[in-house]
């Protein structure tokens, strides 16, 4: 069966705080990502890694970095916790279907069961 | 950026109907995904179709999609309680580069099944 394991599913941490959140697949996928989801907003990219040591900025990436130093595992760190960090963050993965010679597509994404991170 | 845009934000339907939502998104795509969320809980995928396809089913799921409007929809008959949660459409634009390979998600229709 496959898995994408987020390391915790509720964690309060204080403003200024270095915030860990640890996301691993078992599945062998080149991609993963990191999203949060907030209530009206829908799910935000903050970062996405297409191979080992790879990141590309989502469209949310300020306050945030990553890390992918083995391919099932990814990071997401938050350098300095602020109040409106406050969210769900839902990481996920998935293959990449080879389209042609300079292209690729996303199959579909396993989503890990998500992370409700409070800042207080 | 988000792409897709789901229609509409909340659909309540009886037991046994059929509910239909839809998806509007704006730049040319390699495909289309839709997905559905628990209250609470990661997203799972249901169906994913392809630019070049026209129409899908799975199960009790059939997907539409109209490339020169732009636009898809997700039809889940003869629906029961456990239908109930969040369903969002997914695009994976087209191009080439890293910054093709997202996959940009709508903010959701919330289906409420009663029984």
């Known amino acids: 069966d496959v898995k994408v394991t987020q390391s915790s599913r509720y964690l309060v941490k204080r403003t200024g705080e270095k915030v860990f959140l640890e996301c691993v697949q078992d599945?062998?996928?080149?991609?993963m990502f990191w999203y949060r989801q907030d209530p009206g907003l829908g799910l935000r990219l903050i970062y996405f890694?297409?191979?080992?040591?790879?990141?590309e900025k989502g469209d949310i990436p300020e306050g945030y970095s990553v890390s992918r130093e083995k391919k099932e595992r990814f990071s997401l760190i938050l350098e300095s916790a602020s109040t409106n960090q406050t969210s769900m963050y839902l990481c996920?993965?998935?293959?990449?279907?080879?389209?042609?010679?300079?292209?690729?597509?996303?199959?579909?994404?396993?989503f890990g069961s998500g992370t409700q991170l409070s800042v207080l | 950026s988000q792409q897709g845009e789901e229609d509409p934000q909340a659909l309540s339907i009886q037991e046994g109907e059929n509910a239909t939502m839809n998806c509007s998104y704006k730049?040319?795509?390699?495909?289309l995904q839709w997905y559905r969320q628990n209250s609470g809980r990661g997203l799972v995928h249901l169906i994913l179709?392809?630019?070049?396809?026209r129409e899908k089913h799975s199960g009790r799921l059939r997907v539409t999609l109209d490339t020169s409007k732009k636009s898809s929809s997700l039809l889940i008959t003869a629906s029961r309680a456990a239908d109930t949660a969040s369903y969002f459409c997914a695009t994976d634009a087209s191009g080439s580069g890293a910054g093709s390979y997202q996959l940009t998600f709508g903010k959701g229709t919330k289906l409420s099944v009663i029984p």
């Open positions: 179709i392809r630019s070049n396809e």
């Open positions: 730049t040319s795509i390699n495909n």
């Open positions: 890694s297409y191979d080992v040591k790879m990141k």
């Open positions: 599945m062998d996928h080149e991609n």
């Open positions: 996920a993965s998935s293959f990449f279907f080879i389209q042609g010679a300079s292209s690729a597509t996303n199959e579909k994404l396993f």
